[in-house]
């Protein structure tokens, strides 16, 4: 029995969405116990069909239901209701290598990070991880690079390991698989330390089927980009469209001030009145842009306020 003064080993838990995974959540757990025995394994049932729960719970595993449909929804019940100083998370469709997971959380506390996202790697087998979905990763990647900064390679991943200050300082708002994404934007906004680290990716197991939709799934996901842009960067954003405004009245001024010079007339009113708006709204944008910034500069910093509450993860706790 540990004394007050002797070091104790962090508290690691797995925690596994999952929506129909009959066929590959039994194989997951037992891979992660097998690789990681001393964490507790949770299942967060997002109201399957099959004998997902079942499975999950006769393996060992702790189950959850969610009501809610969406990942991003079982994800914020993940972060919410499990007591641990290091979460791996994972998908429950057996395709994330489990081995991979010890020399993670290696990394995640020999680096002190608070995220650590294990990059895809398919070995050659192409049709683990389909061309369609390589490129639009990579787009929304870079996409996300360019706005927010910061440097990753496979931002969609699902395999991925946290703190306990970024777990519990994340205010997830996204409801689908758009949620790694937020995850993304969460380290860069509030300057936490993260890394990567490349993990082989498998084949889902015979009979298990991906519930993941290319087209619908990267709409989502770039309208998830759009809204965080404007969420986080409203000035930029803001500044943007009153510069476009400010640009179409300068186009309908323009006329109308040589005629002025020739004629000293302004013939047509309807015109001069929507070249008048378009100015008077390009500024309320611009002043709004200017509003809205300060609010979300406030609301940085009581984000980071919360993250920098939570204790440091260590090895060796006083």
């Not at 929507?274 to 984000?303: C, H, N, P, W, Y």
Request: with cysteine; net charge neutral.
């Amino acid at each position: 029995m540990a004394t007050l003064n002797e070091p104790t080993a962090p508290t690691v838990a797995v925690i596994v969405p999952c929506y129909n995974e009959e066929a590959a959540i039994g194989q997951v757990i037992r891979d992660f116990a097998a690789a990681l025995p001393q964490a507790d394994i949770y299942v967060f049932d997002n109201n399957s069909r099959d004998q997902t729960a079942a499975v999950a719970r006769a393996a060992g595993a702790h189950v959850f239901h969610v009501r809610e449909k969406g990942k991003g929804n079982v994800v914020r019940r993940m972060f919410a209701d499990v007591q641990a100083d290091i979460y791996i998370m994972v998908d429950g469709d057996a395709t994330y290598h489990a081995p991979s997971a010890p020399a993670m959380v290696e990394k995640l506390l020999d680096e002190h990070l608070d995220m650590l996202v294990g990059c895809r790697v398919d070995e050659g087998a192409k049709a683990n991880y389909r061309k369609g979905h390589r490129f639009g990763n990579r787009m929304l990647t870079g996409s996300v690079m360019q706005i927010f900064g910061g440097q990753f390679t496979d931002m969609l991943s699902g395999y991925r390991v946290f703190s306990r200050r970024f777990a519990k300082s994340f205010p997830s708002l996204s409801s689908g698989f758009e949620i790694e994404t937020e995850l993304t934007v969460h380290a860069l906004e509030n300057a936490m330390p993260y890394g990567e680290t490349d993990t082989p990716y498998g084949a889902r197991p015979e009979g298990s089927d991906s519930k993941l939709c290319t087209y619908k799934d990267g709409i989502r996901i770039a309208r998830t980009i759009v809204r965080l842009y404007m969420f986080e960067r409203p000035l930029a954003c803001l500044s943007i469209l009153a510069v476009a405004c400010a640009l179409c009245a300068l186009g309908l001024t323009i006329p109308l001030f040589l005629t002025w010079l020739e004629t000293g007339m302004v013939p047509r009113l309807p015109t001069a009145v929507a070249a008048t708006g378009l100015s008077i709204f390009a500024m309320q944008l611009f002043v709004a842009g200017i509003i809205l910034d300060s609010i979300g500069k406030s609301r940085r910093e009581m984000r980071r306020f919360a993250y920098l509450a939570i204790p440091i993860l260590s090895r060796t706790p006083q």
